[in-house]
């Protein structure tokens, strides 16, 4: 019985230390390393208030744009571009949403001069399709439609990882 015991000793000791380490902190050399860390802060910017908007500049879809999204909680509700063309004033649109769902879009086409002004439901129906005073092509709402999509979706992933960078 002995020889039980004595196997059984040293594990319990392993055991109590681990826990004792883990209960107490770091061994003594880990906490004076600690001691000399700086003490100062490793993010010394000012959190933005990210429901007044996100300013967001990217590549989307081969167009060179900066944009600003507008939160609501978790929610994003809007979206103002400027897209960047070579030789001519920056294309804006300003884009609404509800939940995942475009709403509206009012701006320049992808393609083209002129004000684009598409109106959609919550099953995604057009409701309004105009370039200036004709009807929109099926081509100019389907090229709004994915480039929503794909600022909603970017506009997102930068909202999420901001503010769980503010959280930390």
């Not at 826990?19 to 770091?26: E, H, L, T």
């Not at 005073?133 to 992933?157: C, F, K, M, V």
Request: charged residues 20%.
């Amino acid at each position: 019985m002995n020889a039980t015991h004595r196997d059984w000793v040293p594990l319990l000791c392993i055991a109590a230390a681990s826990a004792w380490i883990a209960a107490c902190g770091a061994p003594s050399h880990e906490a004076a390393a600690k001691n000399d860390a700086p003490t100062e802060p490793l993010v010394t910017a000012a959190r933005s208030d990210l429901s007044t908007g996100l300013p967001i500049a990217t590549t989307a879809g081969g167009i060179s744009t900066h944009y600003t999204a507008q939160f609501d909680g978790e929610t994003l509700v809007r979206i103002d571009e400027w897209r960047d063309r070579a030789n001519a004033p920056a294309a804006r649109g300003a884009y609404a949403f509800q939940g995942a769902r475009l709403m509206r879009y009012e701006g320049a086409p992808l393609g083209g001069s002129g004000t684009l002004l598409l109106e959609f439901d919550l099953q995604g129906k057009v409701l309004t399709a105009r370039h200036g005073d004709a009807p929109a092509t099926n081509e100019q709402i389907g090229a709004i439609r994915t480039r929503a999509q794909l600022l909603r979706s970017h506009a997102q992933a930068q909202h999420a990882s901001r503010t769980h960078s503010m959280q930390q």
